[in-house]
């Protein structure tokens, strides 16, 4: 895999002279160096995104062309899932099997964007005898994006497939954390002769790279998807500026279980949902479960047995269910947010603490009890395979623990009544419900936050709206 900065078209030999380090989280072994790219690497991929801007290579393309594309970017991302799954899964962490479905997810949403490159349709609005009015949707110009690090790929894809469809050009910055097989996407650029300048890839650090990224001249719109913390720090340098930003950030998401819901089926889906998917890395994750009085016991009895059943190992070994934060920071992170549970007096039943295995990252599944929806581990973020408990005697009281966080991305309802169902989701701060499971997605589906969760929405026809402006255009006929 290529190990250089991606700009205009090319791979090109560092100018920085300097590089960063890539560990393996499971074991801390060196997966390998990326280029860092500083001030200089950093005009170039701004100037040829801007030039590709400026002479409308994709607004011109030809739809048709432009979807013929996409298709072949999907293709290739499916020829070469398998190999760049395994650099994935060192680099990141987890599964092989997780890594591959990224892969095949990110290759859906270029096939889903490809089908809507002639589908955007102008809007003529009613108007008086005297003038004709007409609505079209453009590009903001050269879009910065910032991924993160823990679906790189998918994440990659969905900001720069949504972009070709309505015309920005791209300057992107994977995460520094596992970095290298994002450049998968130049060496898939060039092979589908994509012109020069559409997609340039910069690597770096956030506090240095990014920064230097954000504050550029040249950015016409910011895509992040990070912490609240770090898109606020985005927000005050674009201010003055006036650069519009779209934010996916973090996420408290609950789950309110009733008593008429299918228990087995709640205990499932929180598995899925807090322990499997990347250990509990994932801003969607059901950290929350709001369980009423009469099933807590039958609840936590069975999630507790399942949860022991789970095997913790490195992403290579197909039998691992929980495999390893992404960095030594994120696993004392996540061990002070345990300490802090315990002490502000939740009942710790199981894990809490750290798994040794072979130097590697890696944190047992936690379940804490009778939490104080005021306490730390209630309202904040903990970004790993934890989950806290709370009880509630009416669906009242279950909304009210729902939406008594900062956040709000992402819920869910688990009972056998529809009405009750929509009623719940109705009164849920949040961007996405869902209904007797946890992750039910598809690339024609938008998502995106309430409150400090951020704005803007992602997947779907929702998202094109989300990545361009409206531009009205009127005249007053003779």
């Not at 950030?249 to 299918?262: E, Q, T, W």
């Not at 709001?290 to 039958?298: L, M, N, T, Y």
């Not at 047992?364 to 395979?385: H, L, M, Q, Y």
Request: hydrophobic letters at 35%.
């Amino acid at each position: 895999m290529e190990i250089r900065n991606y700009i205009n078209g090319h791979f090109i030999d560092s100018l920085s002279k300097k590089n960063i380090e890539v560990k393996n989280p499971a074991n801390q072994n060196v997966v390998g160096f990326i280029d860092e790219a500083l001030d200089e690497e950093i005009d170039l991929a701004f100037a040829a995104a801007k030039n590709a801007f400026e002479k409308r290579v994709l607004q011109d393309m030809d739809a048709a062309h432009k979807s013929k594309i996409m298709r072949l970017i999907a293709d290739k991302l499916r020829k070469y899932k398998n190999s760049s799954s395994i650099i994935l899964s060192q680099e990141n962490g987890k599964t092989i099997k997780q890594c591959e479905g990224e892969f095949d997810g990110a290759a859906n949403v270029f096939d889903y964007y490809a089908g809507l490159t002639d589908k955007i349709e102008n809007k003529l609005i009613p108007s008086g005898k005297d003038s004709f009015n007409y609505t079209i949707l453009e590009p903001y110009g050269v879009s910065l994006q910032i991924v993160p690090w823990n679906y790189p790929i998918a994440l990659f894809a969905r900001s720069v497939a949504v972009s070709l469809v309505v015309g920005n050009t791209i300057v992107i910055k994977p995460p520094e954390l596992c970095p290298i097989s994002s450049n998968i996407f130049g060496k898939i650029f060039s092979e589908v002769q994509m012109p020069n300048g559409i997609l340039n890839i910069v690597h770096g650090y956030g506090d240095k790279t990014g920064k230097k990224l954000v504050d550029h001249k040249s950015v016409n719109q910011v895509v992040f998807t990070g912490s609240p913390e770090v898109a606020s720090e985005i927000l005050k340098k674009t201010a003055d500026r006036i650069i519009p930003c779209h934010l996916e950030l973090g996420g408290k998401s609950a789950a309110i279980i009733y008593p008429d819901a299918n228990i087995d089926q709640a205990v499932e889906s929180t598995i899925k949902g807090i322990f499997k998917p990347n250990a509990g890395q994932i801003c969607v994750a059901m950290s929350r479960a709001i369980v009423h009085h009469k099933v807590k016991d039958e609840y936590i009895t069975k999630l507790n047995q399942k949860t022991k059943e789970l095997n913790i190992g490195p992403g290579n070994d197909e039998k691992s269910d929980v495999t390893p934060l992404i960095s030594k920071e994120q696993l004392q992170r996540v061990t002070n947010y345990c300490h802090s549970g315990v002490q502000s007096g939740a009942n710790l039943i199981t894990g809490g603490k750290q798994q040794e295995i072979h130097n590697g990252n890696f944190f047992k599944p936690t379940i804490f009890d009778n939490v104080d929806i005021n306490s730390t581990i209630a309202r904040e973020e903990i970004f790993g395979p934890v989950i806290s408990i709370f009880n509630f005697e009416n669906e009242e009281e279950a909304i009210k623990i729902v939406n008594s966080t900062d956040y709000g991305l992402a819920s869910g309802v688990f009972t056998s009544n529809d009405q009750k169902a929509k009623w719940t989701a109705d009164r849920i701060e949040a961007g996405v419900i869902w209904h007797n499971d946890w992750f039910v997605d598809g690339v024609n589906l938008p998502g995106g936050g309430y409150k400090k969760s951020g704005y803007g929405r992602d997947g779907g026809i929702d998202s094109l709206y989300s990545y361009g402006q409206t531009k009205r255009v009127s005249k007053r006929l003779n």
